[in-house]
């Protein structure tokens, strides 16, 4: 980007401009084109004799193409001589078929002497219309365009978030420390139902009744309008250069939409839900890069490519879609152009997991599986492994145990190590840490209601050993929740309307700071582990919609309220330019960077104490000035007061005289004798 606008001013309010209007639609217009009809050029000229015979020769050449309408191949004739002009009309029934027609026909020798050459009758009126002279270009007036990435130059290395509640939908940015903030940008209606920002947090789509709008930039403009009528499901591309658009209305021929997200143009239709079934979200599975998405067919998974949009190509060069009998899930590689999937038994086969490179379709590594009645697959989040939880059919089929198959993707070979739990164990979650090579697992004995947590560790990203590092009995939680920075874990009791929070600390294995937030429905990390939100959705309770802020040790920093709360969603970070290596020394020497930050808080809490002094330093020069207001008004009133007590001095406290009188009244009074009962107590010991 050439330049970088100036940005809204806190608490810009934008008005509803009518967004619905960009999406209205036109009128019908005539179909005045003919793209069913072409040119056939190139033919010989002959004698009004040989017209009928010319004619069966054309039209046996070109219905192998398309059907041809009834009286549609005209060929012109010279009306002196009665001799052919060389040329033809043909009209299709379709214009599929008259497209065929130029890409089969174009360039076809008929003879020695005469070559086809076949154009669409459309091009004739294009190619005619062009000026015997060139117009000078003048090029358009240079806008220079605002930087998408703005929010990334915060001096104060902030973020933001977005939240939606009753109609309003409002951008923040996250500065807990500062009182009375403002939204940076607000807008009343932006969005039907629901908002999305894009992975790399470039661009904020909001949803309308003609289609998809996506927004970006200092001043939020309206970067591009992706028309789907009836739209209710998107998904971005990891890389941010497709979105996917799923409509129920219409005919799901062309129900699924994949567009170019830089330009706004459609890319590729696909069929959408199966008659009868729901939809299935996301619709396709995207490469790291997004250079392949995938979609799961039956028996097979359809790969295709995203520059072209068709299917990768197999050994022989074919567009094909990966054979494999009773397919049932497969997952993308986050970080290398690899897919995990997995087959059940069948007839006599057992279920296996298979590791696939594509587009080689080069198998890296199977593991055959046995007795399998569910199985799950989790990605580290940098590709380092592959967890695979399978629940196997005890050999009585009574019970379920549960097992850890773990891929090792950096060492040779890809080895597995499998972790094995009683049968008495039910696996509740199970989470990488991000960043590490830790993970954590939720699981409870014996079917009781108590919970505890395991963290392990794989040892190494090279050639390691998973082991158990410690086991924290009785935590009340269903969920796992990781910092994105990786360290401290947040586990959450979802379940229930308590919402039990406690934070851990998992490189000392101690609890930092434990919580409640009340019904709960969602916990959202910052993108840089520095903060945690817990929200209530409308969408979960009617009652107590909101959310709160914590730190990421769990010390409370705010509570909002709104009514008809939905929504808070935090504005992603692109992914990092360091290096692993990099990333790791930065954090060794993290205490040397967090100077300059500590400092500048220092600086924010003394100007923040200044101004309170400064408030209260107001509020008293102008209580000071109420009184001598009131003190004049009070003096310039004497004289009516003496004139309302006979001329008697009423200011004066000397000319009054003080008398106290004291009055005493006895309520009540009554008399026991304590000794008595006392001695015959002891007439009884």
Request: proline share 5%; aromatic share 10%; charged share 30%.
């Amino acid at each position: 980007h050439l330049s970088v606008a100036c940005p809204l001013e806190s608490g810009t309010m934008a008005e509803d401009d009518g967004d619905e209007d960009v999406f209205e639609e036109e009128e019908p217009q005539m179909d005045k084109s003919l793209k069913e009809t072409i040119i056939v050029d190139g033919l010989p000229v002959v004698l009004k004799e040989k017209h009928e015979k010319l004619i069966n020769v054309i039209r046996k050449f070109f219905v192998q193409v398309g059907k041809i309408v009834e009286g549609g191949l005209e060929m012109p004739v010279d009306p002196n001589t009665g001799s052919s002009l060389g040329f033809a009309f043909i009209e299709f029934e379709k214009e599929e078929e008259a497209a065929a027609a130029i890409q089969k026909a174009n360039g076809y020798k008929l003879d020695k002497q005469h070559t086809f050459v076949v154009s669409a009758f459309d091009d004739f009126k294009k190619y005619s219309s062009i000026k015997e002279e060139e117009d000078e270009i003048k090029p358009p007036p240079y806008v220079p365009k605002e930087n998408l990435h703005h929010w990334l130059l915060d001096p104060a290395a902030r973020d933001q978030f977005v939240i939606r509640y009753n109609d309003e939908t409002e951008i923040w940015w996250n500065d807990p420390g500062k009182p009375d903030q403002m939204p940076e940008y607000t807008k009343r209606n932006w969005s039907d139902n629901y908002v999305s920002w894009s992975p790399r947090g470039t661009y904020l789509a909001t949803f309308h009744r003609l289609g998809i709008m996506l927004w970006g930039g200092p001043s939020w403009k309206k970067l591009h309008k992706l028309t789907h009528g009836g739209v209710k499901l998107i998904d971005f591309s990891p890389s941010e250069k497709f979105i996917v658009t799923w409509s129920p209305e219409g005919d799901q021929k062309d129900a699924l939409i994949v567009w170019n997200v830089k330009n706004g143009t459609k890319q590729r239709t696909f069929p959408g839900s199966k008659d009868g079934f729901e939809m299935e979200w996301p619709a396709f599975s995207w490469s790291h890069d997004d250079e392949f998405f995938a979609r799961l067919g039956d028996d097979c998974i359809y790969v295709y490519e995203s520059c072209s949009m068709k299917l990768i190509k197999d050994k022989q060069e074919k567009r094909s879609s990966v054979k494999l009998d009773g397919v049932r899930q497969f997952m993308w590689s986050p970080s290398d152009n690899i897919m995990s999937l997995w087959v059940p038994e069948h007839m006599n086969q057992p279920a296996k997991v298979v590791l696939m490179q594509l587009p080689s379709r080069v198998e890296l590594r199977q593991k055959n599986l046995f007795s399998v009645a569910d199985l799950r697959m989790t990605w580290h989040d940098q590709g380092h492994f592959l967890c695979v939880k399978v629940d196997k059919h005890s050999k009585s089929k009574k019970t379920l145990n549960s097992a850890f198959e773990l891929f090792r993707l950096r060492d040779k070979g890809v080895p597995i190590e499998v972790q094995e739990f009683n049968k008495d164990t039910t696996i509740v979650a199970f989470a990488w840490e991000p960043k590490g090579i830790r993970f954590a697992v939720i699981h409870s004995e014996g079917g009781s209601n108590r919970t505890d947590v395991s963290l392990h560790t794989m040892g190494s990203k090279h050639n390691g050993r998973v082991s158990l590092l410690k086991t924290l009995e009785r935590k009340t939680c269903n969920c796992l929740f990781w910092s994105p920075a990786g360290g401290i874990l947040l586990l959450a009791n979802l379940k229930t309307t308590a919402g039990q929070l406690e934070w851990l600390d998992t490189n000392v294995m101690q609890t930092i700071g434990e919580a409640e937030h009340f019904m709960c429905s969602d916990v959202e990390w910052d993108p840089t582990g520095r903060y945690v939100a817990t929200s209530v959705s409308h969408w979960r309770h009617q009652m107590e919609n909101g959310f709160n802020m914590w730190s990421s040790h769990g010390r409370p920093l705010g509570h909002t309220k709104h009514d008809k709360f939905y929504q808070l969603l935090w504005r992603p970070r692109p992914p990092s330019l360091l290096s692993e290596a990099k990333e790791k020394e930065v954090r060794r020497n993290l205490r040397d960077y967090s100077r300059r930050y500590e400092e500048e808080d220092t600086k924010l809490k003394r100007s923040m104490m200044g101004d309170m002094l400064k408030a209260r330093q107001d509020k008293h020069r102008a209580f000071e000035e109420f009184l001598r207001r009131n003190t004049e008004i009070y003096l310039s009133q004497k004289e009516a007061r003496m004139d309302l007590r006979d001329g008697a001095e009423s200011d004066a406290e000397s000319a009054f005289t003080l008398i106290e009188d004291v009055d005493e009244v006895e309520l009540s009074y009554k008399e026991e004798m304590i000794a008595a009962a006392v001695r015959d107590e002891d007439d009884f010991d």
